[in-house]
Structure formats: C-alpha cells, structure tokens
C-alpha cells in the first residue's frame, strides 16, 4: 500500500499550490493523514494532519494560517491548499496515513505509515 501526491511545481513568491494526496489500494475514510516536507539531506518536517472524518485538524506553527488540509472522502483524497508561499517552502511534500487510526495524535513521523513517493514544490521567481 502506498499514498501517492501530486499537484508539486514551480510557483513565485506569494503564489498558491494545492497539493493532492490519494491511493487506489485502499480506502483513507478510516485514518487520519499527514502532510510532511523535507529538502535534501534535512530532517522530515510535519506539516500538518486531518483525522478520518476531517473534523479535526492540526498546523506546524511554520505553516499555520498559510496552509489548509482538507479531505474529500468521497474521492479518497486528502488535500493541503498552499498560499502565501515563501522561497523557504521549497521541499519535497509527502503525505502518509498515520498509524494511529482515524485521530490525529501524533506530529512523529515514525507515527505515520504507508508514504507517498513525494511532489516538489519550488518557490522562486
């Protein structure tokens, strides 16, 4: 089982990026899903996480009021709506499902499972 995202590119200063995350191996309406970025030879960042039922979601402070999770069950994706975007957001975005089921517990990467292979996001004019 593996996630996949997509939605990465170039993008200026200030601009917006809507990153998707979804998988046909099984159905995400059960767990929660994290967003996390890393650049090259860096520790993975966590980003932020929605639980099963999108009621309940949680921010980094490093992306807090700029980002957006959301989750379309319907369409087994999960989403990070991206604004305001600086140059030091370029990274590497990856989402995986997180191993504590449908809530939200945890910002650990080794709590999370089932990774996606990554889409960049370069911001630069």
């Known amino acids: 089982w593996q996630l996949v995202e997509s939605g990465g590119g170039l993008v200026q200063p200030g601009g917006t990026l809507r990153l998707s995350c979804t998988t046909s191996?099984?159905?995400?309406?059960?767990?929660?899903v994290g967003w996390f970025r890393q650049a090259p030879g860096k520790e993975t960042e966590y980003l932020s996480c929605?639980?099963?039922?999108?009621?309940?979601?949680t921010y980094a402070d490093s992306v807090k009021g700029r980002f957006i999770v959301s989750r379309d069950n319907a369409k087994n994706t999960v989403y990070l709506q991206m604004n305001s975007l600086k140059s030091e957001d370029t990274r590497d975005y990856f989402c995986?499902?997180?191993?504590?089921?449908?809530?939200?517990?945890?910002?650990?990467?080794?709590?999370?499972?089932?990774w996606g292979q990554g889409t960049q996001v370069t911001v630069s004019s």
């Open positions: 929605i639980s099963s039922s999108g009621s309940s979601t």
């Open positions: 191996g099984f159905s995400l309406d059960f767990f929660s």
């Open positions: 995986a499902v997180g191993k504590g089921g449908p809530y939200c517990s945890s910002s650990r990467p080794d709590e999370y499972d089932y």
